[in-house]
C-alpha cells in the first residue's frame, strides 16, 4: 500500500509576517539612504581670493587655482610647495601639498586640492591633487559642443 505524502501546508500568517519584516527593513534601508544623500557633509569648492581672504578659516574645502610655481617633492617630510593664484584677482596663496602628483600637473595648469587654510597657508590633504584639462574649459570648446 502506497501512502501520499503532502507537503505540511505553511501558514498564511508565516508568510505574512516575513513580508512585514521584509518591508520594515527596506523601509529603514531607503530612509537610511535617504538621509546620507540629503545631509552629509558637503565641501565648499572656494577660489584663492577666498582663502586668502580667510574665509572658511579652519574648515575642510575645495581649493581652486592656477600654478603660478611649485618647489620641492611632494614624496618627502616637507612636502611640494605650491603657489597658486586666483582666476580673476592677482591674489595668490601657498599650498603644502603630500602625495602623488598627477601627470599632467604644470606651471599654468588649474588645479582643485582639498585641504584647509591656517595662518596664511593652505596644507592639503594627501593625494587630493586633481589637474582640470585646460581643453575641456576653453570658451571655444563650450560654443562647439553646444552645436
Same mark, same amino acid.
Given at each position: 500500500?502506497?501512502?501520499?505524502?503532502?507537503?505540511?501546508?505553511?501558514?498564511?500568517?508565516?508568510? +505574512?509576517?516575513?513580508?512585514?519584516?521584509?518591508?520594515?527593513?527596506?523601509?529603514?534601508?531607503?530612509?537610511?539612504? %535617504?538621509?546620507?544623500?540629503?545631509?552629509?557633509?558637503?565641501? +565648499?569648492?572656494?577660489?584663492?581670493?577666498?582663502?586668502?581672504?580667510?574665509?572658511?578659516?579652519?574648515?575642510?574645502?575645495?581649493?581652486?587655482?592656477?600654478?603660478?610655481?611649485?618647489?620641492?617633492?611632494?614624496?618627502?617630510?616637507?612636502?611640494?610647495?605650491?603657489?597658486?593664484?586666483?582666476?580673476?584677482?592677482?591674489?595668490?596663496?601657498?599650498? %603644502?601639498? +603630500?602625495?602623488?602628483?598627477?601627470?599632467?600637473?604644470?606651471?599654468?595648469?588649474?588645479? %582643485?586640492?582639498?585641504?584647509?587654510?591656517?595662518?596664511?597657508?593652505?596644507?592639503?590633504?594627501?593625494?587630493?591633487? %586633481?589637474?582640470?584639462?585646460?581643453?575641456?574649459?576653453?570658451?571655444?570648446?563650450?560654443?562647439?559642443?553646444?552645436?
Amino acid at each position: 500500500m502506497l501512502l501520499a505524502v503532502t507537503p505540511a501546508a505553511t501558514s498564511s500568517g508565516r508568510r +505574512h509576517i516575513r513580508l512585514v519584516f521584509a518591508l520594515v527593513i527596506a523601509s529603514i534601508l531607503g530612509t537610511f539612504a %535617504v538621509y546620507t544623500a540629503l545631509v552629509s557633509d558637503t565641501t +565648499h569648492l572656494i577660489g584663492v581670493a577666498q582663502a586668502a581672504a580667510g574665509d572658511k578659516a579652519g574648515e575642510n574645502v575645495k581649493l581652486t587655482g592656477k600654478v603660478l610655481a611649485f618647489s620641492g617633492d611632494a614624496s618627502t617630510d616637507a612636502g611640494m610647495k605650491i603657489t597658486l593664484a586666483d582666476y580673476t584677482s592677482k591674489q595668490t596663496i601657498p599650498v %603644502v601639498y +603630500h602625495g602623488s602628483v598627477p601627470d599632467a600637473f604644470k606651471t599654468g595648469r588649474q588645479i %582643485v586640492v582639498d585641504g584647509r587654510a591656517a595662518s596664511g597657508v593652505f596644507q592639503a590633504k594627501t593625494d587630493s591633487l %586633481v589637474t582640470k584639462c585646460p581643453s575641456k574649459y576653453t570658451p571655444g570648446d563650450a560654443a562647439s559642443a553646444q552645436s
